[in-house]
């Protein structure tokens, strides 16, 4: 017995196999049959209806089979515009990064719906979160989001005291996708970002590693003063006042440097990381976009509620730290006002 397969037609005909349909919006179309050139010529054009301006029109240069059938999706999404309901409020990506919240309006609806409380298999945890963790589901941790929330206000009051202060803030996510949220948060806090790999030895070796980069002076209104501009080889690289690590696992060479110098840091612990590691940690899944998103921005709100409370003080003569001490070389320069410089 022979088998032989059947020749279906394809349900899409490639558009070299196809005929080449006619232009919709022709004035007739081609007849086949005894028609001469002269008859096709006298002929009276076919009435068209009319054409609404709403509707996808079909360009008469791409009128093969695919333009046609794309032209036919397109005008049922515009007739079916208004069928169905509208869910809203819904999740927008990237609404948190140029609108984050403010702290006090982080709620636990928040934390649940980017995910927060999701943390990793029991086999991987780390017992240092045993007080972190809420239970178990299904064999992965579940962390607490009431925990959550109380280390994560706690976490930006400090952010806002050192923006007070004139503290330096540095905002690092190493992972991809943290890049646009920590320089967004570094902007408002008015600190600095890092999304690439961290330079071992950044801080014990900075001498080294920065000894060529100037340090700049800023007078209490964050103006940069031209005229005075510190050579590498006058004064030390400067060090953080502040490290927010959103991704501690990849950087704890840097958390390691920090603790070398006792520089506090924030960092998101899983429940698979050492919260010994930071000084400040915040209980959450660090493996969710939407979380780090949640969580860096209102770090980063923090920040700029400090920074507007510093610049209100400044304005009125107050200035709550303390000036910049200057060598007597740098008192020799003229053109320095040394009472001005903080």
Known sequence: MINRQLARPPKFPPPGLAPRP??????????????????????TPVSTPPVNNKLHVINPKYSDYYSRKHAILKNQAIRSKKIGATVDPHYRPGKLIANPLHPS???????LASQSHLGHATSLWNPRNSRYIFGIRQGIHII??????????????????????????????TRKGQRGMMVNAAKLAGGYHLFERWTPGTLTNGTQIL?????????EFDVEIPEHIFPPEERPPLKPDLVVCMNPMENWTMLHECGLYNIPSIGIIDTNADPSWITYPIPANDDSLRCVELISGALGRAGQEG????????????????????????????????????
């Open 22 to 43: 006619k232009n919709p919006l022709a004035t007739s179309p081609i007849q086949t049959g005894n028609d001469t050139v002269a008859s096709l010529q006298n002929r």
């Open 105 to 111: 309006e982080v709620t636990l609806e928040n934390l």
């Open 144 to 173: 607490s989001l009431d925990v959550t929330a109380a280390h994560l206000r706690r976490a930006c009051r400090v952010v806002s005291a050192v923006a007070e202060r004139a503290g330096l803030i540095l905002f690092v996510g």
């Open 211 to 219: 000894g060529n980069c100037p340090t700049k002076c800023v007078d």
């Open 307 to 342: 920074q507007e409370i510093r610049m209100k003080r400044a304005q009125q003569g107050i200035i709550n730290y303390a000036p910049l001490k200057l060598s007597s070389k740098d008192k020799r320069k003229e053109g320095v006002n040394i009472s001005s410089l903080a």
